[in-house]
Protein backbone atom coordinates (compact mmCIF):
# COMPACT_ATOMS: atom_id res chain seq x y z
CA UNK A 1 0.00 0.00 0.00
CA UNK A 2 2.93 2.27 0.65
CA UNK A 3 4.36 1.86 -2.40
CA UNK A 4 1.15 2.95 -4.32
CA UNK A 5 1.03 5.77 -2.24
CA UNK A 6 4.10 7.05 -2.77
CA UNK A 7 4.20 6.38 -6.74
CA UNK A 8 0.86 8.26 -7.23
CA UNK A 9 2.21 11.20 -4.85
CA UNK A 10 5.41 10.95 -7.10
CA UNK A 11 3.20 11.13 -10.26
CA UNK A 12 1.59 14.15 -8.96
CA UNK A 13 4.81 15.61 -8.42
CA UNK A 14 6.06 14.93 -12.22
CA UNK A 15 2.74 15.56 -13.60
CA UNK A 16 2.55 18.94 -12.14
CA UNK A 17 6.12 19.80 -12.83
CA UNK A 18 5.61 18.76 -16.71
CA UNK A 19 2.91 21.46 -17.13
CA UNK A 20 5.21 23.76 -15.81
CA UNK A 21 8.01 22.76 -18.46
CA UNK A 22 5.57 22.78 -20.91
CA UNK A 23 4.37 26.16 -20.24
CA UNK A 24 8.43 27.38 -19.71
CA UNK A 25 9.59 25.73 -22.35
CA UNK A 26 7.69 26.90 -25.46
CA UNK A 27 7.64 30.09 -24.47
CA UNK A 28 11.62 30.45 -23.95
CA UNK A 29 11.77 28.60 -27.69
CA UNK A 30 9.17 30.76 -29.11
CA UNK A 31 6.46 28.12 -30.27
CA UNK A 32 3.39 29.62 -31.26
CA UNK A 33 0.62 29.53 -28.34
CA UNK A 34 -1.96 27.11 -29.26
CA UNK A 35 0.20 25.30 -32.08
CA UNK A 36 -0.30 21.57 -31.10
CA UNK A 37 2.61 19.61 -29.75
CA UNK A 38 2.52 16.39 -27.58
CA UNK A 39 4.35 18.19 -24.63
CA UNK A 40 0.96 19.31 -23.39
CA UNK A 41 -0.38 15.96 -23.16
CA UNK A 42 2.55 15.12 -20.57
CA UNK A 43 0.19 16.97 -17.60
CA UNK A 44 -2.32 15.24 -17.91
CA UNK A 45 -1.14 12.21 -19.14
CA UNK A 46 0.72 11.76 -15.58
CA UNK A 47 -1.79 13.78 -13.43
CA UNK A 48 -4.58 11.00 -14.81
CA UNK A 49 -2.98 7.67 -15.80
CA UNK A 50 -0.52 8.07 -12.75
CA UNK A 51 -2.03 10.23 -9.65
CA UNK A 52 -5.79 9.65 -10.12
CA UNK A 53 -5.66 6.33 -11.15
CA UNK A 54 -2.96 5.08 -8.79
CA UNK A 55 -5.25 6.69 -6.11
CA UNK A 56 -8.30 4.64 -7.35
CA UNK A 57 -5.96 1.71 -7.27
CA UNK A 58 -4.66 2.21 -3.67
CA UNK A 59 -8.93 2.58 -2.68
CA UNK A 60 -9.34 -0.66 -4.09
CA UNK A 61 -6.37 -2.15 -2.34
CA UNK A 62 -7.51 -0.98 1.04
CA UNK A 63 -10.96 -2.63 -0.10
CA UNK A 64 -9.88 -5.96 -1.29
CA UNK A 65 -6.27 -6.15 -0.63
CA UNK A 66 -5.14 -6.51 -4.13
CA UNK A 67 -1.46 -7.17 -3.34
CA UNK A 68 -2.69 -10.52 -2.00
CA UNK A 69 -2.50 -11.71 -5.63
CA UNK A 70 0.58 -12.88 -7.57
CA UNK A 71 -1.40 -10.59 -10.32
CA UNK A 72 -0.67 -7.14 -8.24
CA UNK A 73 3.07 -7.18 -8.36
CA UNK A 74 2.71 -7.96 -12.29
CA UNK A 75 0.07 -4.83 -12.90
CA UNK A 76 2.24 -2.58 -10.49
CA UNK A 77 5.42 -2.86 -12.89
CA UNK A 78 4.65 -3.40 -16.11
CA UNK A 79 1.86 -0.54 -15.34
CA UNK A 80 4.43 2.01 -14.09
CA UNK A 81 6.90 1.07 -16.54
CA UNK A 82 4.54 1.93 -19.19
CA UNK A 83 3.21 4.60 -17.92
CA UNK A 84 7.16 6.15 -18.02
CA UNK A 85 7.98 4.84 -21.47
CA UNK A 86 4.81 6.49 -22.36
CA UNK A 87 5.09 10.14 -20.85
CA UNK A 88 9.24 10.04 -21.67
CA UNK A 89 8.26 9.37 -25.71
CA UNK A 90 5.85 11.90 -25.37
CA UNK A 91 8.23 14.40 -23.81
CA UNK A 92 10.96 13.18 -26.23
CA UNK A 93 8.67 14.16 -29.45
CA UNK A 94 7.07 17.43 -28.18
CA UNK A 95 10.20 18.60 -27.64
CA UNK A 96 11.18 17.80 -31.05
CA UNK A 97 8.00 19.67 -32.02
CA UNK A 98 8.69 22.75 -30.37
CA UNK A 99 12.41 23.01 -31.76
CA UNK A 100 11.49 22.56 -35.24
CA UNK A 101 13.15 19.22 -35.29
CA UNK A 102 11.41 16.02 -37.35
CA UNK A 103 10.54 13.23 -35.52
CA UNK A 104 11.39 9.71 -36.25
CA UNK A 105 8.99 6.50 -36.11
CA UNK A 106 10.94 5.17 -33.38
CA UNK A 107 9.53 7.46 -30.92
CA UNK A 108 6.13 6.32 -32.20
CA UNK A 109 7.22 2.50 -31.77
CA UNK A 110 8.35 3.00 -28.78
CA UNK A 111 5.59 4.98 -27.57
CA UNK A 112 3.55 1.97 -29.00
CA UNK A 113 5.33 -0.26 -26.54
CA UNK A 114 4.70 1.72 -23.57
CA UNK A 115 0.78 1.65 -24.28
CA UNK A 116 0.86 -2.14 -24.69
CA UNK A 117 2.58 -2.15 -21.32
CA UNK A 118 -0.01 0.15 -20.21
CA UNK A 119 -2.69 -1.97 -21.12
CA UNK A 120 -1.35 -5.38 -19.78
CA UNK A 121 -1.10 -3.64 -16.37
CA UNK A 122 -5.15 -2.93 -16.75
CA UNK A 123 -5.65 -6.46 -17.47
CA UNK A 124 -3.45 -7.62 -14.80
CA UNK A 125 -5.50 -5.55 -12.42
CA UNK A 126 -8.61 -6.45 -13.16
CA UNK A 127 -7.95 -10.13 -13.63
CA UNK A 128 -6.49 -9.16 -9.45
CA UNK A 129 -9.33 -7.61 -8.63
CA UNK A 130 -11.94 -10.11 -10.04
CA UNK A 131 -10.11 -12.78 -8.22
CA UNK A 132 -10.36 -10.27 -4.93
CA UNK A 133 -13.63 -9.71 -5.39
CA UNK A 134 -15.14 -13.34 -5.91
CA UNK A 135 -12.71 -14.36 -2.65
CA UNK A 136 -14.37 -11.66 -0.87
CA UNK A 137 -17.80 -13.13 -2.23
CA UNK A 138 -17.10 -16.34 -0.85
CA UNK A 139 -15.87 -15.49 2.17
CA UNK A 140 -18.66 -13.26 3.34
CA UNK A 141 -21.14 -16.00 4.07
CA UNK A 142 -19.09 -18.24 6.01
CA UNK A 143 -18.06 -15.20 7.79
CA UNK A 144 -21.59 -14.14 8.69
CA UNK A 145 -22.31 -17.79 9.78
CA UNK A 146 -19.43 -17.96 12.67
CA UNK A 147 -20.44 -14.35 13.61
CA UNK A 148 -23.94 -16.23 14.32
CA UNK A 149 -22.77 -19.43 15.94
Excluded at 35 to 43: I, P, R, S, Y
Excluded at 58 to 68: M, Y
Aim: aromatic share 12%; proline share 1%.
Amino acid sequence: MRRLFHAAFAYMLVGVASGLFYREFTKINGFPEGEATQLGLVHTHLLVLGFVVLLIVLLLEKAFTLSESRLFAWFFWLYNAGLVLTSAMLVWHGSLTVLGQESSKMIAGIAGVGHMLLTAGMVLLFLALRKRIFVAKTAAPEDAALARA
